[in-house]
C-alpha cells in the first residue's frame, strides 16, 4: 500500500510542473486524493483535494486559477499542474488518500 510522488524539480517563476501520485494496494476510486505542501519554517497546508469521482475539486485560494487537480481512477494516479509559479510555492509536495495514506513527498522550486 502506497503512495509514490514525481514531476517536481526546479522551475522559473511563471514556469509550470505537473505532478503525479501514483496508488498502489487500495481501491484508488473510493477515495478522495488530495494534494498538500508544506514549506521550510511552515507548516502543512491543504492545496487541492478531489473526490473519488472527480466530479468536484477543492483549492486553497492562494493557487486557484493556477492549480488544477485531476485523477485518473484507469490509472490510480491524480495530478496536480501548476501554472504561474511563484517562488511563495516552493515547498515539498505530498499527495494523500482518503485513507490516511501519505506519500513521501516532491520538491518543487521556483527561482530564477
Known amino acids: 500500500v502506497q503512495l509514490v510522488e514525481s514531476g517536481g524539480g526546479l522551475v522559473q517563476p511563471g514556469g509550470s510542473l505537473r505532478l503525479s501520485c501514483a496508488a498502489s494496494g487500495f481501491t484508488f476510486s473510493s477515495y478522495r486524493m488530495s494534494w498538500y505542501r508544506q514549506a521550510p519554517g511552515k507548516g502543512r497546508e491543504l492545496v487541492a483535494r478531489i473526490t473519488s469521482a472527480g466530479d468536484s475539486t477543492y483549492y486553497d485560494d492562494s493557487v486557484k486559477g493556477r492549480f488544477t487537480i485531476s485523477r485518473d481512477n484507469a490509472k490510480n494516479t491524480v495530478y496536480l499542474q501548476m501554472n504561474s509559479l511563484k517562488p511563495e510555492d516552493t515547498a515539498v509536495y505530498s499527495c494523500?488518500?482518503?485513507?490516511?495514506?501519505w506519500g513521501q513527498g516532491t520538491q518543487v522550486t521556483v527561482s530564477s
Open positions: 494523500s488518500a482518503g485513507t490516511g495514506l
